[in-house]
Every structure is written in structure tokens, then in C-alpha cells.
């Protein structure tokens, strides 16, 4: 059982609260830009308080009570009871991302389908072109029930992969990133965000941190040099993605023979930039 910590305004860390308004910032923008006002935010946010709390904050095996779970939360105890009764929301992955995902996972961790430098390798589109080197043998290693043709007319679409003139599916380098389709973009922005989140609050919670979350951080940098730098990041980073997912690939496999619960893990990264805010001016004039 976790510690119920009540806490006013002016109990709260303000460097905490200063990080709070820094994430939050990130999201109403995002918000804001999707036509998301705040009733809808001020709504999901009521239904969160009141998952996490009668999930993450029990008392052991006794069953949680309405007047608790808004003891614990602040949120109206009318609402908690109505919250409480609806249904859980819907958290599936669209089927274009759980079947593409697993796609370009078994793309990228097949030795035989990526180059010498484990990028993917452009395939052949049908079996009878290039056999089980071929985008047809890939999709049906994965899924029986689902043709390879109606799998590329999707990529194409969504812009993850592309056909060049020898009839060959070669897949986008940033791996499975649609540049279109906002249903498949949102899944990838909350699955990430979320694991990303959580992460950082494990590592808050004890003394010692439980996951890799780590960044490298600049200041006074010219437009040119972040430039090189986000060139560094892309080509690393996908490298260091390329790795961990053949790995994966490899452990999951073995994984099937073992006993004991089955876990699942994200490993992301993430390079971002912008214009330096100027400093403020002192209002004083500066002698030659």
C-alpha cells in the first residue's frame, strides 16, 4: 500500500509544481491545436484520478469506498460513484499499428531482410519474386488472416513504406511512423508519453532510479550545429533501436519455453530543439 500524502498548495515542492506546469504546457498546446478544450480536459482528468486512485492506492485486500477514492482525490464523491460505474475506455491499439508494429518488428529482427548495417532492406513485394526474402512471406510469417496487398496499400497510404522501380517495398527509415493518419500518430503519443511518464515517476518514488531516463542537455547552440546534432541523434539513435528490437526479438522467442508472469517494455528516444528565449533587458544602457 502506498502512502497517502494530503497535501496544500503550499506543501507542494514548488520545483514540482514549476515541472507540473512545464508538462502541462506541452499538453494544452497539444490540446488546443486538436480543438480540445477544457471540459473534455477537466472530464478525463476526473476519470484518471478516480482509476488511479482505486487501483494504485487500496488498502490491501479491502474493497475501496466512493468517500475514499474523493477523500483521496478531491474529486466530488457524485462523481466518483457515477465515474466508478461506467466502463473501462477503450485502450487497444488501431489495427493498422498492431499488426504494422509487428511487421516492421519482424522486418527489422530478421537478419536476412535488413543490409549490413541492420537498416531494413527493400523486399521484393511478392513470394513469387523473391520467395521467403519477400514483403508477401514477411506478412504472412506474421498474420494469416490478412493479405499482403491490403497491408501495403495501408503503408502506402500512412507513407510508412513506398515502391520503387524494381517492384521492391522499402520501408521508411524512421521504421513505423506513419506521416499521415492521426489515429495511428495519437496511439504512438500515448502509448510513449505514458511509458515515458511512468517511468519518471518510478524513479521519483525511490532513492534509486529503476529505468534508463536520461538526456543530454545544451544551451547557445547555433541553428546549424543543433542541426548536425539532430542528424547525430537520428542516425545513433536509430541504431541503438535496431539493436534493442533484434534483441527482443531473440528473448521473446525464448521467453515461450519459460515459466512466470509475461512483462512488456518501451524503448524510446527523443531529440528536440527550439529558439532560445533572449533575456530579459535590464533597462540600463551599456557604455562603449
Not at 468517500?67 to 466518483?80: A, C, F, P, Q, Y
Not at 457515477?82 to 477503450?90: D, S, T, W
Request: charged share 25%.
Amino acid at each position: 500500500m502506498r502512502p497517502i500524502m494530503r497535501k496544500t498548495p503550499s506543501d507542494v515542492s514548488p520545483v514540482m509544481l514549476a515541472a507540473l506546469r512545464r508538462v502541462l504546457g506541452s499538453l494544452v498546446r497539444i490540446l488546443l491545436g486538436y480543438g480540445i478544450r477544457y471540459p473534455v480536459l477537466l472530464e478525463l482528468l476526473k476519470s484518471e484520478f478516480v482509476r488511479a486512485a482505486d487501483l494504485d492506492f487500496s488498502l490491501g485486500h479491502r474493497a475501496q469506498s466512493d468517500s475514499r477514492i474523493s477523500l483521496l482525490t478531491g474529486v466530488h464523491r457524485k462523481d466518483v460513484r457515477r465515474l466508478r460505474a461506467q466502463p473501462p475506455g477503450e485502450d487497444e491499439a488501431p489495427a493498422s499499428v498492431s499488426l504494422g508494429g509487428s511487421i516492421v518488428a519482424k522486418w527489422l529482427a530478421t537478419r536476412q531482410c535488413v543490409d549490413s548495417r541492420g537498416r531494413p532492406a527493400p523486399l521484393p513485394r511478392l513470394r513469387r519474386q523473391g520467395g521467403e526474402r519477400s514483403f508477401e512471406a514477411l506478412v504472412e510469417s506474421v498474420s494469416k488472416d490478412m493479405r499482403s496487398r491490403v497491408v501495403l496499400d495501408e503503408w502506402l497510404r500512412l507513407g510508412v513504406a513506398r515502391i520503387d522501380d524494381a517492384d521492391r517495398v522499402c520501408l521508411n527509415v524512421s521504421a513505423f511512423v506513419p506521416k499521415k493518419g492521426l489515429d495511428e500518430k495519437a496511439h504512438h503519443f500515448g502509448r510513449n508519453a505514458a511509458d515515458h511518464l511512468s517511468a519518471i515517476a518510478a524513479n521519483l518514488a525511490g532513492p534509486e532510479p529503476r529505468f534508463v531516463e536520461r538526456s543530454v542537455h545544451y544551451t547557445r547552440l547555433s541553428a546549424a550545429a543543433v542541426g548536425k546534432l539532430a542528424q547525430l541523434a537520428e542516425r545513433d539513435g536509430m541504431k541503438a533501436l535496431h539493436s534493442i528490437n533484434r534483441r527482443a526479438a531473440e528473448l521473446k522467442a525464448a521467453s515461450g519455453r519459460t515459466q512466470g508472469p509475461l512483462h512488456r517494455m518501451n524503448f524510446g528516444i527523443y531529440f528536440y530543439s527550439e529558439p532560445e528565449a533572449e533575456p530579459p533587458s535590464t533597462g540600463r544602457t551599456r557604455r562603449a
